[in-house]
């Protein structure tokens, strides 16, 4: 018997096969975004910051006239780590958004990081913080650690 004939006789199989390969695919990112969650948290913890899942700060606001890309788009934050420091507040988060035009748009997803002086007192000029991104060669979690707030760039 021909494959060809073997599976219009039974469509069912390979509707069981398809279910099965999207639920493999859909376990394996979620046991991947819990992996992910968790790095985060203890990597806050050991910061001495929080945090968030989701953008909850509404940082996407305030980075938008400070990102560092050209022609970047669809911008999206999330795993935000934040926490403040004398003066100052400070954001370390995952930053989601395309590039490119039209056929060659490809969408990236990158770590990123700045500071701003607290609101209880005025901001001086030269003080909105600029924003850095993370080498996007490294893992998404050694991202977060280049970033450390404590280092301050060193």
Do not use: C, H
Request: charged share 30%.
């Amino acid at each position: 018997m021909e494959f060809r004939t073997w599976l219009q006789e039974n469509p069912g199989v390979l509707l069981s096969v398809l279910v099965a390969v999207t639920a493999l695919a859909l376990l394996l990112e979620t046991t991947s975004r819990r992996r992910r969650r968790r790095s985060l948290r203890e990597l806050a913890a050991k910061w001495g910051m929080t945090y968030s899942p989701t953008d909850r700060l509404r940082l996407m606001a305030r980075i938008v006239e400070r990102f560092p890309v050209a022609g970047a788009a669809d911008l999206e934050v999330s795993d935000v780590i934040y926490g403040s420091e004398g003066e100052r507040y400070r954001y370390v988060f995952t930053v989601r958004y395309t590039v490119g035009i039209i056929r060659g748009k490809r969408s990236l997803r990158r770590v990123a990081g700045f500071s701003e002086a607290r609101r209880s007192r005025a901001v001086l000029p030269g003080e909105t913080g600029e924003m850095m991104m993370a080498d996007e060669q490294l893992s998404l979690v050694d991202q977060y650690r280049s970033l450390d707030p404590r280092s301050d760039g060193k």
